[in-house]
């Protein structure tokens, strides 16, 4: 079944009244489990609605399942861009197309008002979402930061850093149209690959010390593909790994 098929009965709309926000940042605790002081406040979502930001949540019924939140950025040069910083779903709505269904939104209103590029971070170890962001949304990445956000208490990471990637949307590029009409994009040579096991989430639990240095390992092969240059340009997923894809790419201009 198709991710529309699957999410018709959801429906996204932009948010825009304070008990809107509230219900927001009672989803974000319940997706996170974050303690609060590492909540972002329902003031943060009213000022992003105000500077030209976005915020988008997911209803089924009266419900809100889901929500995402951007806040507008600056690049060197003066590219006006947004930074997705959060979108959540929760875990009974997953695998709907609900995700799709808010990246959607927010790529409708962006170009709509000129803005051609979103970046947002994500956990590299997260396969499952990078597979998403590269093969279903046609993102490409040519960033990692260390430790990104400090340890937080949120109950994916577990106390390990966060090391991040940035997902870069060039979200009115031919690479980007071509994903989202269920063509494949035009990949460009592959010159290197860097695996990711999927048991990586259990290791987290079971062996605390395997996952941070299959974590340094990963994230020590990412900086050095994006050092020569190269970019995430697509993500395969297998049995038992999932890998990142690294070849030459250029924005279109």
């Not at 927010?106 to 709509?112: H, N």
Request: aromatic residues 8%; charged residues 25%.
């Amino acid at each position: 079944m198709s991710d529309s098929g699957r999410s018709a009965a959801i429906v996204v709309r932009a948010l825009h009244e304070p008990r809107e926000m509230d219900e927001a940042v009672a989803l974000q605790k319940s997706i996170w489990g974050f303690e609060d002081i590492d909540l972002l406040p329902a003031r943060l979502f009213i000022v992003a609605t105000r500077i030209g930001g976005q915020v988008f949540g997911a209803y089924d019924g009266a419900r809100m399942t889901g929500y995402c939140l951007s806040i507008p950025g600056l690049k060197p040069g003066g590219r006006r861009y947004l930074h997705s910083h959060m979108l959540g779903v929760l875990p009974e709505y997953r695998d709907r197309g609900v995700g799709k269904q808010l990246k959607l939104a927010q790529r409708g209103d962006a170009v709509a008002r000129g803005v051609d590029l979103m970046e947002w971070t994500f956990d590299p170890l997260q396969v499952k979402n990078a597979f998403f962001n590269m093969e279903r949304l046609g993102c490409v990445v040519r960033r990692l930061v260390r430790n990104q956000y400090g340890i937080t208490s949120n109950k994916f990471d577990l106390g390990m850093p966060t090391d991040r990637c940035t997902a870069e949307w060039w979200m009115a590029s031919e690479r980007v149209r071509r994903v989202l009409a269920g063509e494949a994009p035009r990949r460009p040579s592959i010159e290197g690959r860097v695996e990711v096991p999927l048991a990586f989430p259990e290791w987290r639990v079971s062996d605390p010390g395997r996952a941070r240095a299959e974590q340094a390992r990963i994230s020590e092969g990412l900086e050095s593909a994006f050092h020569e240059g190269l970019a995430v340009v697509g993500v395969e997923r297998g049995e038992a790994s999932g890998t990142y894809l690294l070849g030459r790419w250029e924005p279109e201009e």
